[in-house]
T-cell receptor, first 113, second 114 residues
Framework: AQSVTQLGSHVSVSEGALVLLRCNYS??????LFWYVQYPNQGLQLLLK??????LVKGINGFEAEFKKSETSFHLTKPSAHMSDAAEYFC???????????FGKGTRLSVIA | EAGVAQSPRYKIIEKRQSVAFWCNPI?????LYWYQQILGQGPKLLIQ????????DSQLPKDRFSAERLKGVDSTLKIQPAKLEDSAVYLC????????????FGQGTRLTVV
């Protein structure tokens, strides 16, 4: 079975600072990995996904994530935080084309002016 | 392209009452998921449909929850009778289902059981 651990339920950064949200996964087979963002009272929107191609994945809104098999990690980064990035971020894992996503507990990102 | 539609957006009911949620997935998406998201937690899968067949309902509390997708398009999720711990956001998602593609989520239905 697969699982996801997101370190830090709440991360706070200053506007313009680096954003780093941590995600570690557990999977018995090669995983597919995703980052989703959720704004208040909204559904989840895909930021980026890793599907065994390039290990550095670029997503929307300037976010990117790097798949590191040796560390079983898929951390999300953004060089410069913007106020509009304040939201809840979820890391998720799947193991094949049609298996459901397993989500982490989420990390709430706050951006301070 | 229209997204995943869910209704209602909000629902407040008393415990032991029944409630139903509706989901219309993106046109052409064979796979449909219902997730439960309790406040402060990540979404948890309740049930997965492939067309009108159930693929995975291992985490669905079948004594009170039921779901159907009769024509392989729209889906309804029902809770009867509701308990206080059912208060959550119920998210519907759909995907093409043929290879590794992302799931697209609706805005969810926020259920409050009092």
């Amino acid at each position: 079975a697969q699982s996801v651990t997101q370190l830090g339920s709440h991360v706070s950064v200053s506007e313009g600072a680096l954003v780093l949200l941590r995600c570690n996964y557990s999977s018995s087979v090669p995983p597919y990995l995703f980052w989703y963002v959720q704004y208040p009272n909204q559904g989840l929107q895909l930021l980026l996904k890793y599907t065994s191609a390039a290990t550095l994945v670029k997503g929307i809104n300037g976010f990117e994530a790097e798949f590191k098999k040796s560390e079983t990690s898929f951390h999300l980064t953004k060089p410069s935080a913007h106020m509009s990035d304040a939201a809840e971020y979820f890391c998720a894992v799947s193991t094949s084309g049609n298996t459901p996503l397993v989500f982490g507990k989420g990390t709430r990102l706050s951006v301070i002016a | 392209e229209a997204g995943v539609a869910q209704s209602p957006r909000y629902k407040i009911i008393e415990k032991r009452q029944s409630v139903a949620f509706w989901c219309n997935p993106i046109s052409g998406h064979a796979t449909l998921y219902w997730y439960q998201q309790i406040l402060g937690q990540g979404p948890k899968l309740l049930i997965q449909f492939q067309n009108n067949g159930v693929v995975d309902d291992s985490q669905l509390p079948k004594d009170r929850f039921s779901a159907e997708r009769l024509k392989g398009v729209d889906s309804t999720l029902k809770i009867q009778p509701a308990k206080l711990e059912d208060s959550a956001v119920y998210l519907c998602a759909s995907s093409l289902g043929d290879r590794i593609t992302e799931a697209f989520f609706g805005q969810g239905t926020r259920l409050t059981v009092v």
